[in-house]
């Protein structure tokens, strides 16, 4: 039996976990494992019945259970709090760092039935799929900050930091999974300015020589950005630091031209994190419109990584694909002569295949 943190959150985070949990008892049934979903509050559904974004005992309940499911957290009821409460600065941040989650794995995947949704030419992105593997407890976003006041204004430090263990523990996820995949690993630095780069360049070159079936490239991040508009099929795993890869994996996924399709998950050496990339768009929240299939695969990838369960993962992705194919959408994706479904619709359809 594997125990499962659900954090549902705010906006449509409920609507579309509810829909991934769904789909995983469904694979569970048909596999013969058993799935204990645990839900506990986060976001502003937790600052309204908490006081806090993220309670002691939500991180307890996450800690202690085989991996966390996260629907999204904030919403403009809570934009105005003290940025500590705020939803996404007072849960996840803390809640990434806190579970030790340093590897952060976005695919962006453009499924055949959808090539048309991109705002690329199909031609330059049908059969896309990469996966971008993000480090995501360093760097920038934690260095220490300061603002101080000088005269005629004010002056700010950001401190970017990275140990080279902290560079090896996610480069050795990034060429294990490329050695499962096309065998390319192109890592993304700016080695040309910073010296942080140079370290990071220095550590993954060091270690190809362990991964001699994994072809590794370099590249500027100001060159990657440009490659991923003007020839994106050329890669498959992209390695980055944080704040590189939050840009990137962004960029990736728009090429894809669909937000609610997208899952993630974010890795360490306890208990791992799955998400939705998109937000808790609250411009449609409540009303079924939400596309489920970000949190569904996310569901997949935690079969992947936490429980070990390829095959149980595979069959979901297919199970998407096939329901695609099928002509069911929902809104956000939909098309002329297609049948639009509402989220939980999706859900269901999903979980019969
Ligand atoms: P968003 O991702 O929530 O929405 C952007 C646009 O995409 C909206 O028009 C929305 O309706 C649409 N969209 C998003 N997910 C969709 C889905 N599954 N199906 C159909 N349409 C979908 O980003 P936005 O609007 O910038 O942020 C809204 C709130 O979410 C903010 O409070 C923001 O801080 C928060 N946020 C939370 C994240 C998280 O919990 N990981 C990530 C990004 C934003
Ligand atoms: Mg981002």
């Known amino acids: 039996m594997y125990k499962i943190t659900v954090l549902p959150g705010d906006g449509i985070g409920p609507e579309v976990t509810a829909q991934a949990t769904r789909v995983l008892a469904a694979s569970g049934r048909r596999m013969g494992v058993e799935f204990c979903f645990r839900e506990a509050l986060i976001g502003g559904a937790a600052y309204d019945a908490a006081g806090h974004p993220l309670p002691e005992e939500t991180l307890a309940l996450c800690r202690e259970g085989d991996a966390v499911l996260l629907g999204a957290v904030g919403g403009p009821k809570w934009d105005q709090l003290p940025v500590h409460l705020r939803p996404e600065v007072g849960a996840l941040l803390p809640l990434r760092k806190k579970l030790g989650v340093y590897a952060n794995l976005r695919p962006a995947r453009v499924f055949p039935a959808l090539a048309g949704a991109s705002t690329l030419k199909p031609e330059v992105v049908s059969g896309l799929d990469i996966l971008v593997v993000r480090e995501l407890t360093g760097g920038l976003y934690f260095g220490e900050k300061k603002r101080e006041d000088i005269p005629g204004g004010q002056r700010v430090t950001e401190t970017l930091v990275y140990t080279t263990e902290e560079i090896r523990r996610v480069a050795r996820r990034a060429f294990e999974l490329a050695g499962k995949r096309r065998k390319k690993l ?22 190809a020589v362990d991964y001699p ?141």
Not at 303 to 313: V, W
Request: proline fraction near 4%; hydrophobic fraction near 45%.
């Open 213 to 353: 079936d994994v072809a590794v490239n370099h590249m500027l991040v100001d060159n990657c950005a440009m490659q991923l508009v003007r020839n994106p099929r050329q890669f498959d795993v992209l390695l980055t630091e944080n704040l590189f890869g939050d840009i990137l994996s962004d960029q990736a996924a728009q090429l894809t031209g669909s937000l609610g399709m997208l899952p993630s998950a974010s890795l360490g050496d306890g208990t791992a994190l799955y998400e939705p990339i998109h937000g808790s768009a609250p411009d449609i929240a409540g009303r079924q419109l939400a596309n489920p299939v970000a949190a569904i695969l996310s569901g997949a990838m935690l079969l992947r990584y936490s429980c070990g369960l390829e095959e149980g993962a595979a069959a979901i992705e297919n199970a998407v694909t096939a329901v695609l194919e099928q002509g069911y959408r929902t809104a956000d994706i939909m098309e002329p002569g297609k049948r639009q479904v509402g989220t939980a619709e999706m859900g269901r359809l999903i979980a019969e295949l």
């Open 186 to 207: 192109t890592s993304v630095d700016k080695a040309n300015v910073l010296e942080s780069s140079r370290l990071w360049r220095e550590v993954v070159t060091a270690m």
